[in-house]
């Protein structure tokens, strides 16, 4: 399927297309006006906004840092599935969220670049799972680095890819339709209020260009590999859109290209949803995707792992020293593999080869 992908970066910024534009920016007197740290948000209370508008608040609270977090991982659950015959190594990327540094660092250590950062591995096969941008300090510079090594992964036999994720149908919003109202279920809201809240950075909007545009537009939203069904969100919300992985690829798709902000804003709102497997009939969730579309194990990223494991404190919490995320957390009787090592609170970024090797 299309990924978008394989294009280098521009040398000049091109005109933007027509179904496109650049709202107007709000940082000097909105979220940013009181922060001291990329991706560091003023909650909702300290932010004027009109009579009537109910911006779209951050849906996960802020993490109590300090702990060694271990997944407890059953290893009877790890038989995973073979690899396609002949297919180099398989490997999944969580969430990035701009931070550039620490994946270049994280792809290293799994010799899938070199000390350049080109394409090192051969015919292995790389998935980012989405969540590119936002909160850390470089989301078109992550952008950029999947896109040439997707070209440089085809052009050495294997493949470098990556899955739509909420923040990416953030992005696009924000850059499309800015502070157009939009009927958020509980009132009216934006996408750019939605993106300042949840820590869109002015750094990479001011670098979007089209064929970051066109790529992000284009991303697949599920794919199954080697029996691994691959997914953004912990959310059985991908049902709504197609019985095939095929459909809702092709339905997300449509969808974006219709480019209406209420269609766009409630996809936007379904990727954001999670924990679907984390609680009592967390397995049967899974199940239910795996029954669907495939596969008989579902990696995701989009919830980080000190979540899942109820690691969480509150908003005014002072410690800073940042959680410790040791690897993939396996949870839903098994079924389940999450990959957001929660880069964004001082965790880890992961990149792990599948099967699991414990």
């Excluded at 038989?79 to 398989?90: F, K, M, R």
Aim: proline fraction near 6%; charged fraction near 20%; hydrophobic fraction near 35%.
């Amino acid at each position: 399927m299309t990924q978008g992908a394989g294009q280098g970066p521009e040398a000049e910024r091109t005109a933007t297309l027509p179904d496109f534009r650049v709202p107007a920016y709000v940082h000097e007197t909105g979220p940013y006006g009181q922060s001291t740290h990329p991706g560091d948000v003023v909650p909702p209370h300290e932010e004027t906004y009109p009579d009537g508008y109910t911006p779209t608040e951050r849906d996960l609270p802020v993490i109590n840092r300090g702990d060694t977090l271990r997944t407890g991982v059953d290893p009877a659950s790890l038989a995973a599935p073979q690899d396609a015959d002949g297919a180099g190594p398989l490997y999944v990327v969580g969430d990035v969220h701009g931070y550039l540094d620490e994946l270049v660092a994280a792809l290293q250590a799994q010799g899938l670049i070199d000390a350049a950062g080109n394409w090192s591995a051969g015919t292995a096969r790389l998935w980012f799972l989405g969540d590119f941008t936002d909160r850390g300090p470089d989301g078109i510079g992550v952008i950029d680095l999947v896109m040439r090594l997707s070209a440089e992964a085809a052009a050495a036999g294997g493949y470098c890819k990556a899955l739509m994720g909420n923040h990416e149908l953030l992005l696009l919003g924000a850059k499309r339709f800015g502070d157009t109202p939009v009927n958020s279920g509980a009132g009216t809201a934006t996408f750019q209020a939605a993106w300042l809240l949840n820590g869109g950075q002015k750094t990479d909007m001011d670098r979007l260009q089209d064929h970051h545009l066109q790529w992000m537009a284009r991303l697949d939203a599920v794919e199954e590999v080697d029996g691994y069904l691959l997914v953004h969100s912990d959310t059985t919300a991908y049902l709504d859109y197609g019985d095939s992985i095929e459909a809702v690829n092709d339905t997300v798709r449509e969808t974006l290209t219709r480019n209406d902000a209420d269609e766009c804003w409630d996809l936007f709102r379904k990727f954001t949803k999670r924990f679907s497997f984390r609680d009592e009939g967390g397995a049967d969730a899974v199940r239910s995707l795996l029954d669907t579309y495939g596969g008989t194990r579902i990696v995701h990223g989009h919830s980080p792992i000190p979540y899942l494991l109820g690691e969480v404190g509150s908003e005014d919490g002072e410690d800073n020293s940042g959680p410790v995320v040791e690897g993939p957390h396996i949870y839903a009787e098994g079924l389940a593999i999450a990959m957001d090592g929660g880069v964004t609170m001082a965790g880890k970024l992961l990149v792990q080869e599948l099967p699991l090797d414990i």
